[in-house]
């Protein structure tokens, strides 16, 4: 039986689409060498890529991939495994990465609206100032109550349009 080969790519192509979407995620707001490496390891069959690896097709140090990963690490875009049987890390994206940033997201805006809760009572519902909290607010709690339904609907989209919950 003949082994399955890897799928003919140009390496030109798949530059300028690492590039091109890190570029659309900077202008989303991530920084810049997360967004590289991020749209890197997406772009990897195996979303699996050590630091040497990254360092080589990015044109970039092994500190500024460290740096990256830590920030995406943290922001729960990618983790960090150990080869087996060696020392070396690599770094993985996986295929939920996008819930579980936004699932992440989530905690931020309960930290927001209790924050908000707070301003409102400590400027006054009535003032100005107290409305727009509120009315922020009002923003985020809707946010969060959307993002809870539709993250239930992307779970049983996923099952049924890939197989897996």
Do not use: C
Not at 14 to 38: D, I, K, N, T, Y
Not at 53 to 80: C, D, F, N, T, W
């Amino acid at each position: 039986m003949a082994e399955r080969s890897e799928p003919a790519r140009d390496p030109e192509a798949v530059s300028r689409f690492v590039e091109h979407f890190a570029a659309q995620l900077v202008e989303a707001g991530l920084q810049r060498m997360p967004a590289r490496v991020f749209a890197a390891l997406l772009a990897s069959d195996r979303g699996v890529l050590t630091s040497a690896e990254l360092s080589e097709a990015l044109k970039i140090s092994p500190a500024a991939v460290s740096g990256a990963v830590r920030y995406l690490a943290q922001v729960h875009m990618v983790s960090r495994e150990r080869e087996p049987g060696s020392r070396r890390e690599r770094y993985r994206v996986h295929g939920d990465q996008w819930y579980e940033a936004l699932t992440n997201r989530e905690a931020v805006i309960k930290r927001w609206e209790d924050a908000l809760r707070e301003g409102v009572t400590s400027l006054g519902p009535d003032t100005p100032a107290g409305r727009r909290l509120a009315e922020t607010l009002a923003f985020f709690e809707f946010i969060d109550r959307e993002v809870v339904a539709m993250m239930e609907r992307w779970r049983a989209h996923r099952a049924e349009r890939f197989g897996r919950a």
